[in-house]
């Protein structure tokens, strides 16, 4: 039975699980299967999933169409759904992105989700990546603005630190923080978590499998194709660095088999979910089949001493981690 929460200090009831449209969009992932995306979009609502995180730049709009399609051609009771997606980035005529959370941009940029999504309101509105050229003061009020008109239900921001929050949130409300977090990116826990659980800020979590390393299904001969990441950008698909990540997810599916009978994915999965504090797991899938993981995901916890045990197997087989920071986008100063 899907677990859910609420966004602090709203009415939306969420899903603990988000479906993440990243791939789905195509850009940076190889491309995209509109008819696959669709048809997964549609099974993860049947399933319980009531939460899509999308963005503009995932596909340059593409993914937010697929998404504004998959919930109004079925007819999908809107308030059934809780859209989730960004502003704050701009893209070059070559299709080079670049940070840009101008009053301007972000005006711009809400019209046109809400007509690319179908949909009068969005339910969570981010900033994408901090914008180090425009005062975070502009990039609140015209937030805020946007909230006290309607048009969005709660105010998030993502890949901020806390100082940027804590000006950010001078000028808007704040309800929602998105961060990388997963087994294998864990730096989100020194500073940020803990500042988000002392102020009760629902904290989503992005890449839970780590791009789909900890799916299980990734192995030394897989290939990657086109403008996917993970052919060259992502340093855990190279070299030494994907031998010791390949390993110790070998080393964690087979505790997970052990353990609970369960696949290294559920145990991501899993072991996000409990993490401390109101917090949210984007699952990134763009074929139906990749729910498959859901079924058996709630009937089991991780205890204490296989969690120990799992952070044993990271710390012995990762000898050199590598964080996210390749997806970092440049500012408009930088393209
Ligand atoms: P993820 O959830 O760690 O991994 C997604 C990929 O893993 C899928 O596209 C799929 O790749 C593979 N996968 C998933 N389930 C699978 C299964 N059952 N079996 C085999 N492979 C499976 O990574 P993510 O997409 O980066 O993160 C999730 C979401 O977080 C994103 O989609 C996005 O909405 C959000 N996000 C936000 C930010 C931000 O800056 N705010 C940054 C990154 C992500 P293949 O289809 O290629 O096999």
Request: charged share 25%.
């Amino acid at each position: 039975m899907m677990e859910k929460t609420s966004i602090t200090n709203t009415n939306i009831e969420t899903s603990r699980i988000g479906l993440g449209t990243w791939a789905i969009g195509g850009t940076q992932w190889g491309g995209t299967d509109e008819d696959q995306a669709v048809k997964t979009i549609e099974a993860a609502l049947d399933k319980g999933i009531n939460l899509i995180d999308t963005a503009p730049g995932y596909g340059y709009g593409k993914a937010e169409e697929i998404v504004g399609k998959a919930i109004n051609q079925n007819h999908h009771n809107r308030g059934d759904v809780v859209i989730s997606t960004k502003a704050g980035m701009n893209w070059t005529d070559e299709g080079d992105f670049f940070r840009d959370s101008t009053k301007a941009r972000i005006h711009q940029e809400v019209e046109d989700s809400l007509k690319r999504l179908g949909t009068d309101y969005i339910d969570l509105y981010h900033i994408h990546w901090p914008d180090p050229l425009t005062p975070i003061y502009e990039t609140a009020e015209a937030l805020n603005y946007l909230y006290r008109q309607g048009k969005i239900k709660a105010i998030g921001v993502s890949n901020y630190t806390t100082e940027q929050i804590d000006v950010f949130q001078e000028a808007a409300p704040l309800h929602t923080i998105q961060v990388p977090h997963n087994l294998f990116e864990r730096d989100s826990e020194k500073d940020i978590l803990p500042y988000a659980h002392a102020r009760n800020i629902t904290a989503l979590y992005y890449s839970s499998l780590t791009r789909g390393m900890l799916s299980g299904k990734i192995h030394q001969e897989s290939e990657f194709t086109g403008d996917d990441i993970r052919k060259s950008a992502d340093p855990k698909f190279q070299g030494p660095y994907f031998q010791e990540y390949l390993q110790a997810v070998e080393e964690l599916d087979d505790l997970a088999q052990d353990r609970f009978g369960k696949s290294v994915a559920q145990l991501a999965l899993k072991w996000n979910l409990q993490q401390p504090g109101n917090n949210i797991a984007l699952w990134g899938m763009r074929h139906p089949e990749q729910l498959q993981p859901l079924n058996g995901l709630w009937d089991f916890e991780i205890d204490s001493d296989s969690m120990k045990d799992i952070d044993e197997i990271l710390m012995r087989v990762i000898k050199k981690p590598v964080g996210p920071e390749f997806m970092a986008p440049p500012d408009r100063q930088n393209i």
